[in-house]
């Protein structure tokens, strides 16, 4: 059973700082892996989706994979109070979708 | 352009009366779908998966049954509800043999009492 935990569970930046967020997962053949934010008890937006180790970009949200070390994180960039929200990582085993628990982001201006 | 749309929005329920939640997603043939529970303040969790009309496969059953009875719509049902069932559930659709991106709908919050 696909474990997906991340860290830390909640997260201050101020406006303009770097903010980064971690994502283990247990199972390395997964197929993909996704980052999505949700603002509070509504549906959640895809911010950014990686296949392969290494690095993607989508605009402010970089993505880095390294299958080995079971590992994804996601940092942003310039980050903005409208930032704050929680962050849930997702692991993708064919029809399965697996959710870490989140981390609170909170973006001071 | 595509749109999944949940309802209710929000229910209040008894406990041990029936509860039926639907979705329905426009704009696209033959999607994926899912059902996800969330506590308050708990992980997300995936309940059930379809990939065809009629067939629903079981992640986490939670005494809930989904139902796939069109293309474009899921049903998720119980006879009986049970505290525990309180909280928030989300549809979602996606493409394609290899699960990609998943699309949310807004959610229906349920409350059971």
């Known amino acids: 059973q696909q474990k997906v935990q991340q860290s830390p569970e909640s997260l201050t930046v101020s406006e303009g700082a770097m903010a980064s967020l971690n994502c283990t997962f247990s199972?390395?053949?997964?197929?993909?892996f996704r980052w999505y934010r949700q603002h509070s008890a509504k549906g959640l937006e895809v911010l950014v989706s990686?296949?392969?180790?290494g690095e993607k970009e989508e605009g402010r949200f970089t993505a880095h994979l390294n299958r080995a070390n079971l590992h994804v994180s996601l940092h942003i960039r310039e980050p903005q109070p409208s930032d704050s929200a929680v962050y849930l990582c997702?692991?993708?085993?064919?029809?399965?979708?697996?959710f870490g628990k989140g981390t609170h982001l909170h973006v001071l201006p | 352009a595509q749109t999944i749309h949940q309802w209710p929005v929000a229910e209040i329920k008894a406990v041990g009366s029936p509860l039926s939640l639907g979705c329905t997603i426009k704009g696209k043939s033959s999607p994926n779908l899912y059902w996800y529970w969330q506590a308050t303040g708990g992980t997300l969790q995936q309940l059930f998966y379809?990939?065809?009309?009629?067939?629903v496969e079981s992640v986490v059953q939670l005494n809930l049954s989904a139902s796939r009875p069109k293309d474009d719509q899921f049903i998720l049902s119980t006879e009986k509800l049970l505290l525990s069932h309180s909280g928030f559930y989300l549809c979602?659709?996606?493409?394609?043999?290899?699960?990609?991106?998943?699309?949310f709908g807004e959610g229906s919050k349920l409350t059971v009492l």
């Open positions: 990686i296949f392969s180790d």
């Open positions: 199972d390395g053949t997964s197929n993909n």
């Open positions: 979602a659709w996606s493409l394609g043999t290899n699960t990609g991106q998943l699309y």
């Open positions: 997702a692991v993708t085993n064919a029809y399965k979708v697996i």
């Open positions: 379809s990939i065809t009309v009629g067939q």
